[in-house]
Structure formats: C-alpha cells, structure tokens
C-alpha cells in the first residue's frame, strides 16, 4: 500500500488544498481528538478558520477493543454498527459497560482540550469535521450528528484517507479526501510517521493564536 502522507501535519497541508472552495463559506474545522487535530490544525489555518473539537469515543467491541461497534459524541449521541453487535452478540449489559466507561472518558477529554474555552458556535455555519482517516466511519458519523444538533448549516466530512465510498454511509453533505483506495486495510498504512497523539498536543494545538 503506497505512502502518502509524511505525518498528520503534511496530510492536512494536503487536504487543505482540496478544501479551498470553502473559504468564502466562512466555516468553522472541528478536528476529532486525538489523531484528527493535528490534520485539523493545519486546515484551519489554510482557510484562515477558528479551531475547535467534537469529542467522540470509538465503542469497542467486549472481546477485541480495537474493532468498533459504534461510537459515542458529545451531546449524548450514540450510534451503532447493528450488524456486528448482532454477528458478535453483544449483550445489552456489555454494550452498557463500555458505553458508560467511554462515556467518562469523553467527558474528561471535553473539559481538558476546551480548557475552559467556549464551545465554538456551530448555528448557521459550514462545518468541516476532520479526522486523520476513516475506518469504520463510526467516529465520523457521531461527530456529524453532534454537530447537525448544534445547528450546523451543512456539514462536510474532509479526511486524508477514507475508504471507497465511505461517503454513502456518514451522514454528510459532503465528504472530501486525497486519497480513496479501492482496496484499503488500514489509516496507518498511508503515513510514514503515525505515531499517537497525546493529550498534551492536543491542549496545545487548540490553543494556539496562530490558527484564525
């Protein structure tokens, strides 16, 4: 699988030429932490746009927590992969237990990156929901439905990477990428450098002036 990108910052350079046509629109970027605000930073600043987060939690599944069967946002929003909590058979109680601790994490994550910062308001406004790929999509489909309840005007999911036709199943207006592989295995495979973002950077990129 070929390389494309050399990190997140250089995957948001280069989403951020294809996201262009949106300046004028006057959008507000939500980056989806951790891995999605570094790509973010970078487009906002492209489009000279204010920064913010839309925290979302991936629900993994009871016996391998790396595989999603959903996904949780802000605001109470839930949504489900149905498919693979049946095929897997997933109990009420045991989904119950990974959303509450999820739950918890989301809501610490929240109060740390906004810093005490006012959420940025969405009402009226082109918002561009960026993360460093899409896999499941289940993180990227949350965050639309957050930021639809917030009052977004129209919502356009831009990533580095997504799978072929990952945009018939978001819930977007629009979704934007440099590259859709037809065969595709993993978000990872398509950086030179994708180690984890921290926390830390986060808070840091977020608060940064030079962004709008």
């Known amino acids: 699988m070929r390389v494309v990108f050399a990190d997140r910052a250089d995957a948001g350079r280069q989403l951020a030429a294809r996201l262009t046509y ?123 439905e957050v930021a639809r309840q917030l009052g977004a005007l129209r919502v356009v999911v831009a990533v580095p990477v997504a799978p072929a036709g990952a945009d018939l199943r978001l819930g977007a207006d629009e979704i934007v990428s440099v590259v859709q592989p037809a065969e595709f295995w993993a978000v990872g495979a398509h950086y030179r450098d994708f180690r984890a973002t921290t926390d830390a950077e986060v808070v840091a990129l977020l608060a940064a002036e030079t962004v709008s």
Not at 42 to 70: F, Q, T, W
Not at 81 to 101: M, Q, Y
């Open 22 to 144: 949106l300046r004028p629109s006057d959008p507000v970027v939500v980056g989806l932490p951790r891995g999605g605000v570094p790509v973010a930073y970078e487009v906002a600043r492209a489009l000279h746009a204010p920064l913010d987060v839309i925290v979302v939690r991936k629900l993994g599944l009871p016996v391998d927590s790396e595989v999603a069967m959903g996904a949780i946002g802000e605001g109470g929003k839930r949504v489900l992969n149905d498919d693979i909590v049946r095929h897997v058979g997933v109990s009420a109680g045991e989904l119950r237990t990974v959303e509450d601790r999820e739950r918890a994490l989301l809501e610490a994550r929240e109060t740390l990156f906004r810093g005490g910062r006012p959420r940025c308001e969405l009402y009226g406004r082109v918002v561009i929901i960026v993360d460093d790929g899409i896999a499941t999509g289940a993180t990227a489909r949350v965050a639309c």
